[in-house]
Structure formats: C-alpha cells, structure tokens
C-alpha cells in the first residue's frame, strides 16, 4: 500500500493552530525579494477550490483569495519533518517492509501480514487511518494494489482521505480508462509525444505496439511504458540506502503510567524485535522508546550507545530507563507505547556503522 497524507504542509499547520481549520489555507515559500514574492508550497483543500495549485506564484494565489479571510503561512520545515518522522514511525509498525519516499509518502509491503488478503489489507489501512488520525489529528490517503505502481496511481485517485482497493482481477479496468499521465514517469512532454501517436489513455498506451513505443521512447523507457500501462511492475519495497530502524508499538490493555505494566508490554515489544534483527545478524547502537499519552500526542525518547550490541538484556534495560524518565516527567497516563532500536551494524563483519535515518539522540 501507499500511504500519503493530505495536503501535508497546510495539515500540519492546521494541526498546531486548529482555529484555521474552516479557512483557506496558503503555505508559502517567500524568496524575500519584495513583499509577497515566491511560491505556494502547498493549501488546504478550501483554498484549492479558489483554484489555488503548488507552485503558483503568491501574488496569483492571493489574488484568487481576493475578499476572502484566507491565512497565508511561511514554510517550516522543521516542524514538517518532526511530523513526519511522527507519522512514518507509526506506518513502519505496521509493515512487512517500509519505504519512506518524500516527507510525506510511504510504501508498505504487507503481503505477509495480510497473507495477501485484499480484504485483510483493506481492514489494516482503516487501522492505519485511524491510528494517524488519533495520534497525530491527521488525514491520508491509501492505495492498495499488488504493486507500487497501482498502488501509488490508486493513492492518487481518490483526495483527501481517500481509500482505494485495486485487486489483481480489476488492474486493467482501473488503468485503462485513465489519461496517460496518471502513470509514474509521464510528464507534460511524454504526454505530448504520447498524444501525438494519438495515445490519450493508459489502455491506448498498452494497446500500443511495444516495438514503435520503444523506436520513439528508447528501449529502457519504452518497455517500462509498455509494463506499466499493462499494471506490471515488480519493484520490491525497500529502504533506501544504508539507513534503517526496526520498530514495533503496541496499545496498552488500559490507559496507565503503571511501571511494571508498561514494562510487560515493552519486554514483548523488544522480544519481537530481537527476532527480527537477530535474523538479519544485527548489532544496534540506539535505543528509543515511542510513548503516546492520553491526549494523544506522540513522545520519543532514545538513547545512544557507547558501543554497538545485540544483548536483548541491554534493549530491555535501556527502554526501562528511558520508560522511567519519561513516566517522572508527565502526569499522564500512556496510551500506546512502543519501542525503536536503530544505527546497525553488521555483526562480525567490518563493523561499518550504519547511520539511522531517524535521528537517534534527539528526544523531547
Ligand atoms: N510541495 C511543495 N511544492 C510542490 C509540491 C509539494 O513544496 N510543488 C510540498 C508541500 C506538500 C508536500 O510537499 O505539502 C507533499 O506534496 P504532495 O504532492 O503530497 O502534496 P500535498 O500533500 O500538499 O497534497 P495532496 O493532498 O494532494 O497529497
Ligand atoms: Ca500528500
Ligand atoms: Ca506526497
């Protein structure tokens, strides 16, 4: 499946300041050349019904708010990316194997989880939409498919809070009747060239002789158009680069700040993540627990190791102390609790360190 949330940058505006909620809502990037000089980054679904789009200058998206109690905001990465580091720390709890792309999608394998039940998948992204919303007061949109690539065109179709399902058996009657540049890898001048061989449709375009589309396309791009218009596509998903984490979050039988409770849970927790690792002959270097209290906000805290390990007696301790710390400082009882270990390294090899690409000392 292919996760992706709404309207990010404006949504987590919203979220911090819920008073512009009912208004349109402009997210700009200002190149502090003149006054209202630069980009809108992003709005919300209200200000696109004015016909505000990315990437139109401010000036224009003002003008179409003219006479209208719209809010224009500055860009802030920084919060943007301590959300998203929120929100893909819960979707990764619910895959297979997990891959971020772009601070506000993620693909999630969930072939084994789902035992490639449709059904059982469809169950699993409303869990997944309700736990997003929940903990961090967020819409998304899936797409369910047997592969990235539909999964992703089936994300797209329906915004925002969309939830689309594409089985095997009813791949082609959602492609075909779809224009050309649906399809990953089809820009305004592919497009052009596509229309000029009067291909207008995906269908047209897998009906299409492959060895013309490859004459004109080159051989790597033609059969990739070829396949992709036919739903073929078997890139597997996989974190890129070196980085990665493994982690597992659980909802607690009952909201409590009971020590030893939390504590049962999260030795579960780190048990099934010693497996995981163990399997791959991982050492870890961080350790970091994910609280989320009864108001729902979401808490990390993590500790890096002086050396790297793989003794689940250290994972177990660590999360006791980090699980003690934070407990001293809320009143709140928890919610959910969950566990995280990352920066990798491979055991009785070179010991090259794999950086995590969640940042391992930061806690709040
Ligand atoms: N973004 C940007 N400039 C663009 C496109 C996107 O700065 N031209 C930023 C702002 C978006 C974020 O990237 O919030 C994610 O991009 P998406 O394409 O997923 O768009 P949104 O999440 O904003 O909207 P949608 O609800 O259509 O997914
Ligand atoms: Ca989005
Ligand atoms: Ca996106």
């Known amino acids: 499946m292919l996760v992706d949330l709404d309207y990010f ?14 208004k349109p809502v402009v997210v700009c990037v200002y190149s502090g050349r003149s006054e209202d000089s630069g980009a809108v980054s992003t709005s919300n679904y209200l200000a696109r019904k004015y016909g505000v789009r990315s990437g139109m200058p401010i000036f224009m998206a003002k003008k179409k708010l003219e006479n209208v109690d719209a809010v224009f905001l500055p860009v802030d990465h920084d919060f943007y990316d301590e959300i998203s580091r929120k929100v893909m720390d819960i979707l990764r709890t619910y895959a297979d194997s997990f891959e971020q792309v772009g601070v506000d999608e993620a693909f999630l394998d969930v072939t084994q989880k789902t035992e490639r039940d ?36 089936a994300a797209d179709s329906q915004k925002p809070d969309g939830f689309t399902v594409v089985k095997p058996e009813g791949v082609q009657s959602f492609l075909f ?13 592919t497009k052009e060239k596509m229309q000029s061989l009067g291909i207008n449709t995906i269908g ?26 036919l739903g073929l596509d078997d890139e597997p998903v996989a974190e890129k680069g070196e980085a990665e984490s493994v982690s597992r979050i659980s909802t607690l039988k009952q909201d409590t700040r009971d020590m030893s409770f939390i504590l049962s849970k999260t030795d579960q927790l780190c048990d099934e993540i010693y497996s995981a690792i163990q399997k791959q002959q991982l050492s870890f270097k961080a350790v970091a627990i994910i609280a989320i209290t009864t108001d729902m906000i979401v808490h990390a805290k993590s500790k890096t190791l002086e050396n790297p390990t793989s003794d689940m007696e250290i994972m177990k301790q660590v999360v006791k102390e980090l699980l003690a710390k934070f407990l001293s400082e809320t009143q709140l009882d928890l919610r959910r609790i969950g566990v995280r270990v990352a920066n990798f390294s491979k055991e009785q090899s070179t010991q090259k360190p794999l950086t995590s690409f969640i940042e391992p000392a930061k806690s709040d």
């Open 9 to 22: 940058f404006a949504q987590a505006e919203e979220t911090r300041n819920p008073a512009i909620r009912d």
């Open 204 to 229: 047209e375009l897998a009906a299409y002789d492959a060895r013309k589309l490859t004459s004109v396309f080159g051989k790597r791009l033609g059969s990739y158009f070829h396949n992709a218009a």
């Open 177 to 189: 009747p779809l224009p050309i540049d649906r399809l990953i890898g089809v820009g305004v001048k």
């Open 118 to 153: 449709f059904e059982k998948a469809r169950k699993l992204a409303e869990e997944i939409k309700d736990d997003v919303r929940a903990s961090l007061n967020l819409t998304c949109s899936i797409g369910i498919g047997p592969n990235k690539l539909i999964a992703k065109i």
